[in-house]
């Protein structure tokens, strides 16, 4: 170091501050102005980006939120949908119990209604087969009775005996 101050040459130092003052001179016509607008544009850039991103975010929460309530009001109308489909199978099997015993009921008074006349008309048949065998009974017994023609004299007598003359 102490040969450098010693060997000092005030025309090197001349020539080498105006090299300087040229460099930067050409660096702030040519190089400065296109660095700072492109450091500015950057900054732009970033800032556009970071707005953007913000913006994003918001639309975000915003969809988010958007979302929840949508999905809120899906799951009461789900609730709703339920509750009414539930209400609506109660009242048709409640409709089907109450026709069901309906039908029950006719079909029970139909089949009594049927039954007392299948017994009405078998006691009717078997009434008739008690006449018919009384009749063939009495007929046979008339005819053993009968038989006789002394007998069947004395009963025309005592049958006109009974019958009064006016």
Do not use: C
Not at 128 to 135: E, G, I, K, R, T
């Amino acid at each position: 170091m102490d040969k450098l101050i010693h060997s000092f040459s005030y025309g090197l130092f001349f020539w080498m501050v105006i090299v300087l003052v040229v460099i930067i001179f050409l660096l702030g016509k040519f190089a400065w102005k296109p660095i700072v607008d492109a450091l500015d544009e950057r900054e732009k850039g970033i800032a556009s980006a970071l707005e953007a991103a913000e913006k994003a975010k918001l639309e975000m929460a915003r969809l988010t939120n958007e979302n929840e309530q949508l999905l809120k009001e899906a799951r009461a109308e789900r609730d709703v949908i339920l509750k009414e489909a539930k209400e609506l199978k109660d009242k048709i099997v409640a409709e089907a119990k109450t026709q069901a015993q309906a039908e029950g009921a006719k079909l029970i008074a139909q089949a009594k209604i049927e039954i007392n006349e299948q017994k009405n008309k078998a006691l009717a048949e078997v009434k008739s087969q008690v006449s018919s065998l009384s009749l063939d009974i009495a007929r046979k017994v008339l005819n053993k009775e009968f038989e006789d023609q002394g007998k069947q004299e004395a009963l025309v007598a005592d049958l006109l005996n009974d019958v009064k003359l006016n």
